[in-house]
């Protein structure tokens, strides 16, 4: 399937700002699920400061606010192509070792929510059915719902609030899945929706690693296995190190951030 992706983000500051900067992961990386045609990253109010690929081989700018600006708009335009593996990515693996993903991070730390849940994928006859229990079980325990978290809620509090978004399902499932002996991590991205083209929000899901098949993947808040529809822009332990803009300013005055995402074919 061919995707293309126009990704806008507007900061505005309500005094000029003195500093800013911003760890961008909008660019998709090439894998066996999906190859690259074309991206660019447009700044206005700032630059690209440097370009990089982290410790989880995602792809990083930093951009920094030119001082004294009062707006500055990060656009992603990006054209890729991707296809259907029934959720598998396989034996794909960068510079960050697999126990890292079994390690448990302040967002996913698991308490009574996490264990029970663990106990999900304990009870399969075979591994990749017990996640498949687990996936649906996190979404019955924890409804679509938008609102009722925050970037900062962890997989725990998420469980105890009893509604979430994309984000806490993901944390969900991979802390649940670490708790359970298996690898798993955050995976970033967006969602081809046939019905829209506008859409609020960048998605997110979580992978799990099995010995026999590699990375396979699962998106908790839809109930099914990523496929075609699914560009991948960056991994991580947890939502943080795979978030598509997060950083720092320094200065007087408040801000507010502008998203405006389309995903089309």
């Not at 400061?49 to 930093?62: I, K, M, Q």
């Not at 960050?96 to 663990?118: C, H, N, S, V, Y």
């Not at 994928?121 to 409804?143: E, Q, T, W, Y």
């Not at 938008?146 to 009893?162: C, L």
Request: hydrophobic share 40%; net charge negative.
């Amino acid at each position: 399937m061919l995707l293309n992706i126009k990704h806008v983000t507007r900061y505005d500051y309500d005094e000029p700002v003195d500093y800013a900067l911003q760890k961008v992961r909008l660019r998709p990386l090439e894998n066996p699920l999906q190859k690259v045609v074309d991206c660019k990253l447009q700044i206005d109010g700032g630059q690209i400061e440097a370009s990089y690929s982290d410790h989880f081989g995602n792809h990083v700018d930093l951009v920094s606010a030119e001082p004294g600006t009062r707006q500055m708009t990060l656009t992603a335009e990006c054209t890729a192509t991707t296809r259907d593996s029934s959720g598998i990515l396989g034996k794909v693996y960068g510079r960050a070792p697999l126990w890292l993903f079994r390690q448990p991070t302040e967002a996913t730390k698991p308490g009574d929510g996490i264990i029970e849940l663990a106990n999900v994928v304990a009870k399969a006859n075979a591994p990749l059915d017990g996640l498949h229990d687990l996936s649906s079980a996190i979404l019955a325990r924890v409804p679509y719902q938008i609102g009722k978290t925050e970037t900062a809620t962890t997989a725990e509090e998420a469980i105890t609030i009893g509604q979430g978004v994309c984000q806490d399902h993901a944390n969900i499932f991979v802390a649940a899945a670490r708790k359970a002996g298996v690898p798993a991590r955050y995976v970033s991205g967006y969602l081809y929706m046939p019905d829209r083209v506008d859409q609020d929000a960048s998605h997110a899901w979580a992978e799990a690693h099995l010995d026999e098949l590699g990375w396979v993947g699962f998106d908790v808040s839809n109930g099914v296995s990523p496929d075609e529809k699914y560009l991948r822009i960056a991994i991580g332990r947890d939502a943080s190190d795979a978030a598509p803009i997060s950083g720092l300013r320094m200065g007087p005055g408040a801000e507010a951030m502008i998203v405006s995402l389309q995903v089309q074919q």
